[in-house]
């Protein structure tokens, strides 16, 4: 019998992990990935923070959570097992405002809830003694977080599954998919998987679905500390997060190869792979703007949307934020940096998809929301996916 031909759309960490928890579940199935760029991890995955998150935000019970928690331990497992720099530093979620403390402690009880080992909640002096600059009330230590280089762990997973007999083809957009599935007129596969992150739900459309949540670009800009203000930061320091934004609120992080990165801020990219304000596609701009939801979205927080663009314009703006964990740090001391966009799916009514989203078909399974910690999670959100299909391919 002919092997059950797989094909995964988006080499990205997670259609690249998936294919390695595929390769390695059931060896006979032949697996291509197909990536558009001229190499794996150019979006999200390749310019993202690298912090290995450990699941401390997310509701007990959801896939986030759980997927974090086991995702974290399996992925520092991947980089012990193949070398790949990774630095387990522990983190602190920092906070500096008295109505913040009821949300630091409720963060404390979530991540016990979700399994985390070693929390602990430090005091003024505590937190100078790891993090001599940082300002803080009350801190949470989560000693299981730490940075890692994602390109290097795409760079492996790409060796390992090349090695194992998978195929990863670069420089091949997918723009059609007709039913059955033959790919761009060409390529036929058995079954499909749509890891395609910022383009996961355009996809999931071409492969006949419908589109029931929008991907809204929301870029994240980051400065970095200049050489001689780097001593300011050692770790990672984290605000308390509102939870009706996760993504908000700009964190200083150490990067695995040196430096220092601190935000990012989230600001509405006019391209979906727009890194800079002038990079600008129409039908990107287009299909956000004729999405009701994203109006819902404006409209229902209008003072977070204009704050988030003057601070993205605003050096000042933006050094002021950063002052709140880090109240000696100067506009003097920092420079812009690079930037990341998060593919976030939003539903028409206007509310942001919390959880990682999948749907199934009988032929298709579609990743539609895999934003922060899905880099950390990949391996684990792999295993979930192979869960989910192993009964459909054999
Ligand atoms: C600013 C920022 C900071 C973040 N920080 C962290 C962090 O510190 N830790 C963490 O765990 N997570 C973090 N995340 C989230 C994390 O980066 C993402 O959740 C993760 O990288 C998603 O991986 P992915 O493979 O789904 O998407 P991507 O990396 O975007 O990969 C999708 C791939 O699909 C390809 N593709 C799209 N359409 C097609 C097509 N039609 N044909 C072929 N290929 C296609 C794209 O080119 C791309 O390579 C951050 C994200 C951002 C944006």
């Known amino acids: 019998m002919p092997a059950t031909r797989v094909a995964i759309i988006g080499g990205g960490i997670v259609g690249l992990a998936t294919a390695l928890r595929l390769q390695q579940r059931l060896p006979q199935l032949q697996i291509t990935v197909y990536e ?4 794996v991890g150019r979006h999200q995955t390749g310019n993202n923070s690298g912090v290995l998150h450990a699941g401390l935000y997310y509701k007990p019970g959801s896939a986030k959570a759980r ?13 012990q097992a193949h070398e790949i720099a990774h630095e387990i530093c522990g983190k602190l979620v920092v906070a500096t405002d008295p109505s913040e403390l009821p949300r630091l402690h409720d963060l404390h009880q979530r991540g016990l809830q979700n399994g985390l080992s070693g929390l602990s909640l430090l005091s003024p002096g505590q937190i100078r003694e790891i993090e001599p600059h940082a300002a803080g009330l009350l801190a949470l230590r989560v000693p299981e977080e730490g940075i890692v280089d994602y390109p290097q762990v795409c760079h492996v997973m790409v060796g390992l599954l090349t090695a194992g ?7 091949c957009a997918i723009t059609s998919i007709e039913p059955g599935w033959v790919l761009n007129g060409q390529y036929e596969a058995d079954f499909l998987i749509n890891c395609a992150g910022l383009q996961c739900d355009r996809v999931s459309a071409l492969a006949g679905e419908r589109r029931r949540a929008r991907i809204i670009p929301f870029r994240g800009e980051y400065y970095m500390l200049k050489p001689d203000s780097q001593h300011l930061v050692r770790h990672l320091i984290y605000p308390v997060p509102d939870p009706a934004f996760p993504f908000l609120g700009v964190h200083f992080t150490r990067l695995i190869h040196g430096g220092v990165e601190a935000g990012p801020n ?19 701009l287009w299909d956000a703007l004729t999405f009701p939801g994203l109006w819902r979205f404006l409209v229902r927080y209008p003072s977070m949307a204009s ?10 703006l933006f050094c002021a934020s950063l002052q709140r964990l880090v109240p000696a740090i100067q506009p003097a001391d920092i420079e812009r940096g690079g930037a990341g966009v998060r593919a976030q799916a939003m539903l028409p009514n206007g509310d942001l998809v919390q959880d990682f989203l999948i749907v199934d078909s009988a032929k298709a399974l579609h990743l539609l929301n895999a934003p922060s910690p899905a880099a950390t999670a990949s ?16």
């Open 307 to 316: 704050y988030e663009i003057r601070r993205s314009l605003s050096h000042k």
């Open 165 to 171: 007999g998978a195929t990863v083809r670069t420089n």
């Open 67 to 79: 997927l974090a928690v086991q995702g974290v331990r399996q992925m520092v497992a991947f980089c």
């Open 379 to 394: 391996l684990a959100i792999g295993d979930e996916i192979v869960n989910r299909v192993v009964g459909r391919l054999t």
């Open 266 to 284: 989230a600001v509405l990219a006019f391209a979906r792979e727009g890194y800079r304000w002038n990079q600008v596609s129409l039908p990107d």
């Open 36 to 39: 558009k760029e001229p190499a």
